[in-house]
T-cell receptor
Framework: QQQVKQSPQSLIVQKGGISIINCAYE??????FPWYQQFPGKGPALLIA?????SEKKEGRFTISFNKSAKQFSLHIMDSQPGDSATYFC????????????FGQGTELSVKP | DAGVIQSPRHEVTEMGQEVTLRCKPI?????LFWYRQTMMRGLELLIY????????DSGMPEDRFSAKMPNASFSTLKIQPSEPRDSAVYFC????????????????FGPGTRLLVL
């Protein structure tokens, strides 16, 4: 079964630092790679996503970098803040039809003040 | 919009009992997903409906699990009989997807139902 491998499992960063989370995927029918953010007691929510026509996407302090040849993509959080403390999931499309995602195992980020 | 609504938010039951989880997707969305989240297995897709039709139920663990979507605004996930290993947080998510195309759209998750089977 297709897998998405996410690392690290947990990450501690000082306020103002850069948080980097990596994901590797297997073959996909489509190029669409979202990152979801989950706070304790809440459902995951889309943070940022990248589509096939670009290798990098930036939204505020959050950037996705995409390396198609290596089948890897990563999330960079610049100037990390305590409010960014959450669990982050990468995901990749699976199957031959649209809609279905497979999620990474998650990275628990803690930003220390 | 109220977002995806799930009920109950918490459920404690005893082994062998029937459990029914409910979900109301976002109005206008045509796709609905049921996920299970545990520490050991992460976020797993159980079943995916498109236009009320089950498209992929390969993630449903066994016959004890069943899901229905009688109309565009309501879905249930039923576990009968429940077992302690079913304890998890169950999420419902909805989206608008044109099935059969390469379009990928945001999935909107509900707050989840935390299930504990004793």
């Amino acid at each position: 079964q297709q897998q998405v491998k996410q690392s690290p499992q947990s990450l501690i960063v000082q306020k103002g630092g850069i948080s980097i989370i990596n994901c590797a995927y297997e073959n996909t029918a489509f190029d669409y790679f979202p990152w979801y953010q989950q706070f304790p007691g809440k459902g995951p929510a889309l943070l940022i996503a990248i589509r096939p026509d670009v290798s990098e996407k930036k939204e505020g302090r959050f950037t996705i970098s995409f390396n198609k040849s290596a089948k890897q993509f990563s999330l960079h959080i610049m100037d990390s803040q305590p409010g960014d403390s959450a669990t982050y999931f990468c995901a990749a499309p699976t199957g031959n039809q649209g809609g279905k995602l497979i999620f990474g195992q998650g990275t628990e980020l803690s930003v220390k003040p | 919009d109220a977002g995806v609504i799930q009920s109950p938010r918490h459920e404690v039951t005893e082994m062998g009992q029937e459990v029914t989880l409910r979900c109301k997707p976002i109005s206008g969305h045509n796709s609905l997903f049921w996920y299970r989240q545990t520490m050991m297995r992460g976020l797993e897709l159980l079943i995916y409906f498109n236009n009320n039709v089950p498209i992929d139920d390969s993630g449903m663990p066994e016959d004890r699990f069943s899901a229905k979507m009688p109309n565009a605004s309501f879905s249930t996930l039923k576990i009968q009989p429940s077992e302690p290993r079913d304890s998890a947080v169950y999420f419902c998510a909805s989206s608008f997807i044109v099935y059969g195309t390469s379009e990928q759209e945001t999935q909107y998750f509900g707050p989840g139902t935390r299930l504990l089977v004793l």
